[in-house]
């Protein structure tokens, strides 16, 4: 029920909008991923500084019953709306470009195992309708892309995203993320970041419990003082980033690690950062069946796979690929005790070289700029 009304007020504001004046010069960025790795917010960012000739607009969190007629006047009259989920906009004369928000490793849309007909069915129409330009990297990106929403391949532009300068440009030094999340100093510090994808969709209590407790990876034989005292021992940081759900779970949870930090939105949004203008500063990365990986493989950096759930995740949900241990290039393990075997060679000859492959299959945009390389395509499209 409360996704139809949503729909209703969509619609309702899009007649309304109608009779807004189109501005040439104006863009307006709908975002809805936050600061974690957001393209819209990493472009909103370049066009300020790079383009002031045009009037950008940065309306979040999209989308949201509760903007103002202000926020509906500023879509309305862009020339250019883009957007980093489903494609939007409220007439045939705007230009829609679509960064999306990763390069995808979990099933989604009618690929996935946990959505309904109707809603895939009504998602295909609003890409077709509303999708003009669908920014890729690859061939490999737009097959898994058009498998799940049936995007019509004209659609694509290999221009790269957004989020990918922000990753090789951190915007701070190493020391002083190290200084600000961990409060120390070390010149032998390694910082490892930890980003799980949205483990409330197993629908499994348990996990959610383990979470809640403190237990962030949800291992069976988690125990924090070994995690931390193992991580000391090595001069390793683990920050651990987890979805925006997860992360309130943890409001009144003091840690009282000396080597792991939780990092919340607060601080990405009073320090007007992305998190991807961070994650050049870390060594290493700790994720599970999030699309992160596919990113961080152009920092060359080793990645820790967590794989305590994959079976159950792979039944609710599905993954695109497989199997699982052959499209990770990286370290598996199953518990803290494989965790903990691993961290003191975490790369090898090997794992670097799946690195390199998988990397050159994901990603056929190379160079940088990837930021102005969508501007041009949005603009010359007309």
Not at 6 to 35: Q, S
Not at 196 to 206: A, G, I, N
């Amino acid at each position: 029920m409360k996704s139809f009304l949503f729909r209703v007020y969509l619609n309702w504001m899009k007649f309304l909008c109608r009779f807004t004046a189109v501005e040439d010069n104006r863009i307006v960025i709908l975002n809805g991923a936050g600061r974690s790795g957001s393209n819209g917010y990493v472009f909103y960012k370049y066009l300020q500084v790079n383009h002031p000739e045009f009037n950008v607009s940065l309306i979040e969190p999209w989308p949201s019953s509760h903007l103002k007629w202000e926020s509906w006047q500023k879509i309305g009259s862009a020339r250019y709306v883009i957007t980093t989920h489903q494609p939007f906009k409220v007439k045939k004369g705007q230009i829609n470009l679509q960064f999306w928000h990763g390069v995808p490793l979990k099933r989604m849309g009618i690929m996935a195992n946990n959505t309904r007909y109707r809603d895939n069915k009504r998602n295909e129409k609003l890409w077709h309708k509303n999708a003009d330009i669908v920014a890729s990297n690859s061939d490999l990106y737009e097959s898994l892309m058009s498998a799940c929403i049936a995007i019509e391949g004209k659609k694509y532009r290999k221009i790269g995203f957004p989020r990918l300068d922000a990753l090789t440009n951190p915007i701070i030094p190493k020391e002083k993320l190290l200084k600000d999340l961990f409060d120390t100093e070390d010149s032998q510090a390694q910082i490892g970041i930890y980003m799980p994808t949205f483990r409330y969709e197993l629908e499994d209590k348990s996990v959610m419990e383990k979470i809640k407790s403190g237990n962030f990876f949800a291992f069976s034989d988690f125990n924090g003082e070994e995690l931390n005292a193992a991580l000391k021992a090595r001069h390793q940081y683990l920050i651990v980033k987890l979805h925006p759900y997860e992360m309130r779970m943890f409001e009144n949870f003091d840690s009282h690690y000396s080597n792991i930090a939780f990092l919340n939105n607060d601080y990405l949004f009073d320090h007007n950062y992305d998190l991807y203008e961070l994650l050049g500063d870390t060594d290493f990365l700790m994720t599970d069946f999030s699309s992160i990986y596919f990113d961080y493989l152009h920092l060359n950096k080793p990645i820790i796979f967590i794989t305590n759930y994959l079976k159950q995740y792979e039944k609710v949900r599905g993954l695109l690929m497989g199997p699982y241990e052959e499209i990770t290039p990286g370290i598996c393990v199953n518990s803290q005790k494989e965790l903990l075997g691993n961290l003191d060679e975490l790369d090898n000859r090997q794992i670097h070289n799946r690195r390199l492959y998988w990397l050159d299959l994901t990603n056929q945009v190379k160079g940088k700029n990837y930021c102005e390389q969508a501007f041009n395509a949005m603009t010359q499209n007309n």
